[in-house]
């Protein structure tokens, strides 16, 4: 029986009006800066798991949250509004949010007016599929991954979301931007004599449907079975410190979580990033690494337009040549640096307050041809997917999963391995990178930092590591 489509949230208006908001604007101290940020969202997902779709959530939002800058002080509250965040606040509201204000207050000078919205290319809107369509899709990418042989689960999450927002400040700065997120989420787990391995595929990206074409769903889901049937019958990986190769489609995990959090001005600021603080124009890193995040590449899932906060998306060169240029800003972390903010002050939702966080962060490619790469690896590790990490910003020791690796000798491919890890020093990495491909590859997720989760995309090209530790088995 066919599923109806959901009611969508209505979209008549294409832009956003501030001047609701004026009396709230006014609320702001001499020298501060006070901004209101609106926001409405429309969220759905479909969770298949094993021949049956398994669960259809779907959730509507709509609020507004209150900044009060000044200085380093920031005062923050959120409203969450119920209703389309064009209508503005009640008079209740209003009169609640300004007697949080802090200092005298002063009437708004800048003028205010209605501002257009600012779209991402979307050539096949998700509005166009049923959720009947949707939930087939789900049904031939199990089909698919089941083929590659005998699977234990297949689970598979499709998900969309749509977020309009809409800022105002005390300055006169207005912005509107509509932004749609595409997710398509498949994990896969075989067995053998008891023994359980996993594989994993993901797209997502700012679009629409097109999003999925990449390389499609069926095949990502034939991907994730092949890996976790290959593990099956790999051996576990041998242990030491030894030469890695990462490939460019291994994704960037290692980046940001090797240097992106440490990057972030409010690491840098707080004493929780030591090792790159106060080296601004010092090397960091091996002449062939730099470093860069930008927002505004088509149909990443870590771009916009401009950031939370209002300020215009621009390409960041962090480190290059190995030399650090700069962190990523915010308007609190900037104007305590004596700087301007670079456009990187990102929030979750109206509901939390913007901090620095990385957009799409990545390696910038090299001149080193990537397969000359891998066949100079005498013996060592060929990591061809990352999986999940973790980041000591303090002292840049890290940890990383291998999600799929292979033992190479003389530059050849031996087999497959499983079980590795890689620990090392972020610092120590970036520094010892002594081959940087002129290749480029991706992967996704969703960053988290204090309680916040944003939209984020990472990118290497093919790097030589040229010793590291490896966690797996004896060797």
Not at 73 to 95: I, K, M, N, W, Y
Not at 288 to 300: A, E, L, S, W
């Amino acid at each position: 029986m066919p599923i109806a489509p959901p009611r969508r949230p209505d979209r008549a208006s294409r832009g956003f009006d501030p001047r609701p908001y004026r009396p709230f604007l006014g609320a702001v101290s001499p020298k501060g800066l006070v901004e209101i940020y609106a926001e409405e969202s429309f969220r759905r997902s479909l969770r298949w798991e094993d021949g049956r779709l398994d669960e259809i959530t779907q959730s509507e939002s709509a609020g507004v949250g209150l900044r009060w800058l000044d200085g380093a002080h920031t005062r923050f509250v959120a409203v969450d509004a119920r209703r389309p965040a064009s209508a503005g606040l009640s008079p209740a509201e209003a009169r609640a949010l300004r007697r949080l204000a802090p200092g005298p207050l002063r009437l708004l000078r800048a003028p205010l007016a209605p501002t257009t919205l600012r779209t991402h290319s979307v050539r096949r809107d998700p509005a166009t599929a049923s959720l009947s369509q949707k939930a087939g899709w789900l049904a031939l990418a199990e089909k698919a991954a089941r083929a590659e042989g005998p699977l234990r689960q297949v689970s598979l999450t499709y998900g969309e979301l749509q977020k309009t927002v809409g800022l105002a400040n005390s300055v006169g700065e207005v912005f509107a931007e509509e932004r749609t997120y595409l997710t398509f989420v498949v994990q896969v787990t075989a067995e053998k004599n008891g023994v359980l391995q996993t594989g994993y595929e993901v797209a997502a990206g700012v679009g629409g449907l097109e999003i999925l074409d990449r390389p499609g769903l069926e095949e990502l889901a034939r991907l994730a079975a092949r890996r976790a049937l290959a593990k099956l019958e790999a051996p576990s990986a041998p242990a030491g410190e030894m030469a890695v190769v990462i490939s460019s489609q291994a994704g960037g995990t290692l980046i940001h979580e090797a240097i992106g959090h440490a990057l972030e001005a409010d690491s840098v600021q707080d004493g929780s990033s030591p090792h790159f603080a106060g080296k601004i124009g010092k090397v960091v890193a091996n002449e062939k690494v730099t470093v860069m995040d930008d927002p505004t590449r088509d149909g990443h899932r870590g771009s916009f337009h401009r950031d939370d906060e209002g300020t215009p998306a621009e390409r960041t060169v962090l480190v290059e040549g190995g030399v650090l240029k700069t962190y990523l800003y915010d308007r609190r972390t900037a104007a305590a640096a004596g700087r301007v903010s670079n456009g990187h002050g990102r929030r979750e939702s109206y509901a939390h307050k913007p901090i620095p966080r990385m957009s799409n962060t990545f390696i910038a490619p090299g001149a080193d041809d990537p397969e000359a790469i891998r066949r100079e690896l005498r013996r060592g590790l060929w990591v061809t997917r990352m999986g999940g990490g973790q980041v000591n910003t303090a002292t840049g020791d890290f940890v990383f999963e291998v999600e799929e690796g292979f033992w190479v000798e003389d530059g050849r491919v031996k087999h497959p391995v499983r079980g590795a890890n890689l620990l090392g020093n972020g610092p120590d990495v970036l520094r010892s990178i002594d081959r940087v491909g002129s290749d480029l590859g991706w992967s996704v997720g969703t960053c988290g930092k204090e309680g916040q989760g944003v939209p984020v995309s990472d990118g290497v090209p093919t790097l030589r590591i040229p010793k590291i530790v490896v966690g797996g088995a004896p060797a």
